[in-house]
């Protein structure tokens, strides 16, 4: 049995976008005072949407809309068709909180099925579930996908090392699903417990945050697996399981019979040209509870050209390359930490594992300290050349001056959520960036 459907041809797609553009359009105008609001502003009714192009008249969607609207933001259908609601912690504020229809449970229930189709697993695979349940969307998520495709899972959230080194060995599972940076903890964790030989696990699917190629090699080394897919989701889109790269890696499929997907310039909020990098803009097609209008996900990436050679019908977009909210400015360069970790990952001798600190000097100016992990079993001796190297990569492709800290290798947190890379010091404000 397939979850993907395989005779979508690009007219067909087309076609199935237009219709749930109207029906979204219309949908939330005759039942969601907020967006009625919005698109009146706009000067928009749902009759106007004659075309895909048409889109663009439509007034975007932003966080601040979500926490305005608390506690039910976008809801668009009454309280009594709502079965579930989940919640995101934005960094500042309210809670992001989204209301789901049976509908909308079972809608993405399918659309995870699909990825773990695309990830080519069976109705035989064991699925160990390390990501948190609860208002969350990551565990019940993962779970559903299972129900659906038929896969066994195990769900054990993110627990403590101890007890996922024993599921793995004790009930022979075959994938495990977490953010990257508990892939990496638990890759450690069966390295130093020297597990491998007893462990089945063939993949691994990881999300929820950016991580970089250095990071998935580590982890592809440690674990002994064939591929480590990454998956894309957010709350305000269902959650996860809105895409995943198949075994090809070239791209994240992503399922655009449910939404389109827009990259916008962050700046100007147009169109950036065809396979140009930009912000994702998301619109949904189908979601009944909370669904999306031109909604800003402030993720970067961009929309990837051609047919995948898997055979794919699904679309591409790129892997999530940061945030444009995570991007700092240090003597007034704009920098995003995955600038930094672009060039970490290209040098030898360190891990995978930095930490970026922007402090203040007594005489006010402005300094960056990167700490990074020396290179798992290499020696401190070699410690100074090499953060002058790394000093001296940073100066040339970002062009910045930082002082760099090589520190042991496992000496940086981990976590088994979403890490936290950049400290902020500077005018004693300690928030993350
Ligand atoms: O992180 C959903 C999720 C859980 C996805 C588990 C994948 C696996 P939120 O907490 O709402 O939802 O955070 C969404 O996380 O806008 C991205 O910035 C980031 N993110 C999610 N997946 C990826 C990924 C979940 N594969 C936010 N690569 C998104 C990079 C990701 N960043």
């Known amino acids: 049995m397939s979850f993907i459907p395989k005779d979508l041809t690009e007219d067909k797609l087309k076609k199935i ?47 601040d809309d979500l926490q305005k609207e608390y506690p039910f933001p976008l809801r668009s259908v009454p309280f009594e068709d709502i079965v579930r609601i989940h919640a995101s912690s934005g960094t500042t504020g309210k809670r992001k909180v989204l209301c789901y229809t049976q509908k909308d449970v079972d809608v993405w229930a399918d659309i995870f099925a ?19 349940y609860g208002l969350w ?49 638990m890759a450690e964790e069966i390295h130093k417990r020297d597990l491998l030989s007893k462990i089945k696990v063939k993949k691994i699917i990881l999300g929820a945050e950016r991580h970089s190629d250095a990071m998935r090699a580590r982890i592809k080394e440690l674990m002994g697996v064939d591929h480590v897919f990454d998956i894309y989701g957010l709350t305000e889109l269902y959650g996860p399981g809105t895409g995943l790269d198949c075994h090809l890696h070239n791209g994240i499929h992503y399922w655009a019979d449910h939404f389109i997907f827009e990259i916008l310039d962050p700046v100007s909020l147009k169109p950036v ?52 909210d995570d991007m700092f400015i240090y003597k007034a360069v704009n920098i995003y930490p995955s600038q930094i970790d672009h060039v970490l990952s290209r040098l030898d001798g360190i891990g995978s ?16 300290l990167i700490k990074v992990e020396r290179e798992a079993g290499a020696k401190n001796a070699d410690d100074d050349p090499l953060a002058e190297q790394v ?43």
């Open 17 to 63: 976008q237009l219709e749930g553009l109207k029906w979204t359009v219309g949908h939330v105008y005759n039942n969601s005072p907020f967006y009625r609001k919005k698109l009146d502003n706009a000067g928009i009714k749902p009759e106007d949407i004659r075309s895909l192009d048409d889109i663009q008249h439509l007034p975007l969607t932003d966080k």
């Open 114 to 132: 699909r990825c773990y189709e695309t990830a080519g697993l069976t109705r035989k695979d064991r699925v160990q579930i390390a990501v948190g």
């Open 137 to 185: 969307t990551a565990g019940v998520g993962f779970q559903a996908g299972c129900g659906r495709f038929g896969a066994m899972a195990v769900a054990l959230r993110p627990a403590n090392a101890d007890m996922h080194c024993e599921m793995l060995v004790d009930m022979e599972t075959t994938v495990f699903c977490s953010t990257a940076s508990m892939a990496l903890l």
């Open 273 to 324: 040209s065809a396979g140009q990098q930009g912000e994702l803009v998301v619109t949904t097609l189908r979601k009944e509870g909370s669904p999306l209008i031109r909604y800003r996900t402030y993720d970067v990436t961009r929309i990837m050209d051609g047919a995948c050679p898997c055979g794919s019908s699904f679309p591409m977009h790129d892997r999530i390359l940061g945030r444009t």
């Open 353 to 368: 594992e930095f930490q970026i600190y922007l402090k203040q000097r007594e005489s006010g100016r402005d300094m960056m």
């Open 391 to 433: 000093a001296t990569e940073i100066r040339r492709k970002i062009l910045v001056r930082c002082q760099v800290e090589i520190v042991d290798y496992g000496s940086l947190p981990r976590t088994e959520r979403k890490s936290r890379r950049v400290f902020d010091q500077r005018n004693n404000d300690t928030a993350a960036v």
